[in-house]
């Protein structure tokens, strides 16, 4: 099979189309032939050599994929050859086939194509176990989501909705908050020229955010603080500005607030079955019913990666990224 490998770290030049060994399906695991995946933050890291897969994992980019089984591996129930799939990864999704953890695979929901449907797993499973499993999101409270037109926010933005939240985002510049609006947020915050800390609080009469999902880390984490409101939550899933910050615990202390770190990639297989089992339960009927939808900004045949890393290098797109494969 050919998958994309990365024989020295660097720029988008780096990720070489290459023929690489099948993959084989272990105890568990089944073998699905990939139809799409999608581009995430954490390739470019991985690309550029800072973000090694965990151990055990494919070495080649894609943290999500779609496509068909192939093969069972030893010990799965429930699932076919021929059946369509989606399915979180810790790796190996930038190829024509990947083994993948049964307990990582979702179906198809109905409504979405098997290529679109390489934009789900991802951004669900993070948003469900930050928002919702971690910060315990609750009908009535206000979300705001950093970077709302991203795939991570743009699912935010929707999954919040639909349980009935307030959603503040911030995005760059109209057009993005305008594609923001478009999928229920309620306040649009440009972070090129408002404070979102001083707009958020007009907005909510002084409250602030219930809940804060986060891409930037350290930039954001005093002016994140400011604007939670008391007994907020603060989940920082990213760290585009930064990874060291001084925090003001006094500031934490009066708001009663909480500030979670979490990643998806190297949680343990049990943790990241859980997750999948709440997003097939509580996601996947959102979907199916038309009320959640994958956003999807362009596909790229998998031979033009590099150019699939430039878009999101530079933060032209709204929603996912995805890479398409021969098979789809």
């Keep these: 099979m050919h998958a994309i490998t990365i024989p020295?770290?660097?720029?988008?030049?780096?990720?070489?189309?290459?023929?690489?060994?099948?993959?084989v399906p272990g105890e568990g695991e089944v073998l699905v032939e990939v139809a799409a995946s999608a581009v995430n933050r954490a390739d470019l890291l991985q690309r550029q050599g800072f973000y090694n897969p965990p151990p055990g994992a494919s070495p080649y980019p894609g943290l999500?994929?779609?496509?068909?089984?192939?093969?069972?591996?030893?010990?799965?129930?429930?699932?076919?050859?021929?059946?369509?799939?989606?399915?979180?990864?810790?790796?190996?999704?930038?190829?024509?086939?990947?083994?993948?953890?049964?307990?990582?695979?979702?179906?198809?929901?109905?409504?979405?194509?098997?290529?679109?449907?390489?934009?789900?797993?991802?951004?669900?499973?993070?948003?469900?176990?930050n928002v919702f499993m971690v910060a315990n999101l609750r009908p009535g409270e206000t979300l705001l989501v950093h970077g709302g037109a991203s795939g991570i926010g743009t699912m935010a933005v929707q999954l919040a909705k639909a349980v009935g939240a307030r959603v503040a985002v911030t995005a760059g510049g109209p057009e993005k908050l305008a594609r923001c609006a478009e999928l229920g947020a309620d306040i649009l915050i440009d972070y090129r020229r408002q404070d979102f800390v001083e707009e958020l609080h007009k907005a909510t009469d002084?409250?602030?955010?219930?809940?804060?999902?986060?891409?930037?880390?350290?930039?954001?984490?005093?002016?994140?603080?400011?604007?939670?409101?008391?007994?907020?939550?603060?989940?920082?899933?990213g760290l585009q500005g930064g990874r060291k910050a001084e925090l003001d615990l006094?500031?934490?202390?009066?708001?009663?607030?909480?500030?979670?770190?979490?990643?998806l990639r190297k949680r343990p297989l049990d943790e990241k079955t859980a997750i999948i089992a709440a997003v097939r339960e509580h996601v996947w009927p959102l979907v199916g019913a038309g009320r959640v939808r994958p956003v999807v900004d362009r596909a790229y045949p998998m031979t033009e990666a590099p150019e699939a890393h430039h878009t999101l290098e530079d933060s032209s797109h709204v929603g996912k990224v995805l890479l398409t494969t021969p098979a789809a």
Excluded: F, H
């Design 250 to 263: 006094g500031a934490l202390l009066n708001k009663r607030a909480a500030v979670t770190a979490t990643s």
């Design 8 to 23: 020295e770290p660097g720029g988008p030049e780096a990720l070489v189309w290459a023929e690489v060994p099948d993959p």
């Design 64 to 129: 999500e994929c779609s496509g068909r089984i192939a093969a069972l591996g030893p010990g799965v129930a429930g699932w076919a050859v021929g059946d369509e799939v989606c399915a979180l990864l810790a790796g190996g999704g930038y190829a024509e086939k990947v083994a993948v953890p049964v307990g990582q695979l979702l179906p198809v929901p109905d409504g979405v194509d098997l290529v679109t449907a390489a934009a789900l797993p991802e951004v669900t499973a993070t948003v469900w176990s």
């Design 206 to 237: 002084g409250a602030g955010a219930d809940v804060i999902l986060d891409i930037m880390g350290a930039k954001y984490l005093e002016r994140n603080v400011k604007a939670l409101a008391v007994n907020g939550r603060l989940a920082v899933i």
